[in-house]
């Protein structure tokens, strides 16, 4: 585990599944964590019970990343408080799944502006920051929905498609100021994403902690060395 003591980290979508699981693992090696999400009350529980394991402070800021203007205010409560970024992590994201026909068009919106737009209002509101400090690490959580299209996956499949691009693009824009930025693309995780149960019945998928593993394992990577994709998948799925 990378030692984060000192270390600020962002994780956007961090009050359940995955994002919840990155926060803690942060935590636990020893980071100031900020939590954020848009439910007020999971963003405060979430926060205390990470000031209280944790061994750096943590904060939570209610955010909804389809608002720039609300991730212009995680990045600078998280400054005010912290007086820096080291890591941020846009987690935050969902998926609903129908024909193209069918789709409503605000489902459209939704994602492309949750899974897509926020990346870029929280990248856009943090670069600053990190150039000023010195560099950073922004992770991006895609998809292998990002590579691999469905029937389905229209709205969905554009947003984790346009993720890769957008990230490596960024990539090149902020690399010379010390900023490395990543995509993990997960296939199925064992959360209650789209509505499904989480439970042990989805032992064969990944879990999150596996996910929050890979961040840490980014994160430890020395200063020369950048892994800027990461595709991950269960070893051993169902057979069709
Ligand atoms: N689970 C999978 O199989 C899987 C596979 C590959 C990739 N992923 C990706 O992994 C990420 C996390 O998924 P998950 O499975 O952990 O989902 P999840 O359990 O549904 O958690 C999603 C988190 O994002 C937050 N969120 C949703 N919309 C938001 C918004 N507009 N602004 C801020 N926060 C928002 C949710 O809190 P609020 O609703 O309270 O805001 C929640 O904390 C997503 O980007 C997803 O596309 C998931």
């Given amino acids: 585990m990378p030692d984060l003591t000192g270390k600020v980290c962002i994780v956007t979508g961090s009050t359940r599944g995955i994002g919840k699981c990155i926060a803690e693992a942060c935590a636990a090696a020893g980071a100031h964590v900020v939590v954020s999400a848009r439910g007020e009350k999971e963003v405060a529980a979430i926060a205390a019970a990470l000031e209280s394991r944790g061994r750096g402070g943590s904060l939570g800021v209610v955010c909804d990343v389809r608002r720039p203007e609300q991730c212009e205010r995680l990045i600078a409560r998280t400054v005010e408080r912290f007086g820096r970024v080291d890591v941020l992590v846009n987690n935050a994201g969902y998926g609903l799944f129908a024909p193209v026909d069918e789709m409503p068009v605000e489902e459209w919106q939704g994602q492309i502006e949750t899974n897509l737009g926020g ?7 943090v670069a600053p920051h990190m150039k000023r400090g010195g560099g950073g690490w922004i992770i991006n959580i895609g998809s292998l929905a990002g590579r691999n299209p469905f029937a389905g996956g229209s709205a969905y499949n554009a947003s984790k ?6 990230t490596e693009a960024m990539m090149l824009d902020l690399r010379y100021d010390k900023i490395r930025i990543s995509i993990i693309m997960p296939g199925s995780v064992n959360t209650e994403f789209r509505g499904k149960e989480a439970g042990p019945q989805n032992d064969w998928m990944l879990q999150p902690e596996d996910v929050a593993q890979v961040v840490l394992d980014l994160l430890a990577l020395p200063e020369n060395a950048h892994v800027s994709r990461v595709e991950m998948r269960p070893s051993r799925p169902p057979r069709k």
């Fill in 119 to 125: 990346v870029f209002y929280c990248v856009r509101a």
């Fill in 161 to 166: 498609f346009g993720l890769v691009g957008m």
